[in-house]
């Protein structure tokens, strides 16, 4: 049992890598557009939980957020309680989001 879950959490961390590939197509859109939006304007991205069965919730994010997420390898953007604090902690929370960094053991899975 405790190697099924284990390679559940491993899963998920391979997800969320995944999810992070397209939130970063959106940003280069975002980005491409002309920087038409204002510096406060929020982005829909998809929720980078990497929950096996699949997520279809999104947070809403400035790019500038979005970027403080991409700025480590490790770190998430995920919707409020879809964060697992088995593979991962909470590093910042804001009204729709929640930023989460992979815990040292699973950091490796994300690259």
């Not at 970063?24 to 406060?40: N, R």
């Not at 991409?70 to 910042?92: C, K, L, M, N």
Request: charged share 30%.
């Amino acid at each position: 049992m405790l190697g099924h879950v284990q390679e559940r959490f491993e899963r998920q961390a391979r997800n969320e890598a995944l999810m992070r590939a397209v939130n970063e197509q959106i940003a280069e859109l975002s980005e491409s557009a002309g920087g038409w939006a204002d510096p406060e304007h929020k982005f829909e991205f998809q929720c980078e939980c990497g929950q096996t069965e699949g997520c279809e919730s999104r947070v809403l994010m400035t790019r500038a957020a979005y970027e403080r997420v991409r700025a480590q390898r490790d770190r998430f953007a995920v919707t409020p309680g879809h964060q697992t604090s088995e593979i991962e902690y909470v590093v910042e929370a804001g009204d729709s989001y929640i930023i989460v960094d992979k815990k040292d053991r699973y950091e490796p899975l994300v690259e």
